[in-house]
């Protein structure tokens, strides 16, 4: 009973990953008649669902819930502020009232401090 039950819960994992990436990212309709063009759409999408998985992992943590790409993208990367340079500074400045403010500058943080490949300290 416990490995069926572990079974239907990977399926059902499997199929959320499949209801995002064609509605979320967009693979319900492919954009032409030939399978190469295709497959770069599909490959495009796939990396695209991948990083917004990762944002929400890294950038929001292990205690914050999944949400949908298409989530993702309305709340924390389609930003409503701006970007203004003074002194050769960039600063962002979000709106008043903004509900994913916090959110958003956490996950900001918190991928701003991951390591790039290359990057690690050398014994």
Known sequence: MIAL???????AVIEDVIR???????????PSGRFGANAAWMVLNVIA???GRWVNRIGLG???????????????????GRITTSGGRKTLHLPK???????????????RRTRRPGTYLRT
């Open 20 to 30: 995002d990436l064609k509605y979320g990212v967009g693979l319900n309709h492919m």
């Open 49 to 51: 669902h991948n990083l």
């Open 97 to 111: 009232g903004w509900p994913w403010e916090e959110p958003f500058l956490t996950a900001l943080v918190n991928l």
């Open 62 to 80: 292990r205690e914050a819930r999944p949400m949908t790409t298409k989530t993702l993208r309305r709340r924390l990367l389609c930003v409503p």
């Open 5 to 11: 039950e572990a079974d239907h819960r990977g399926h």
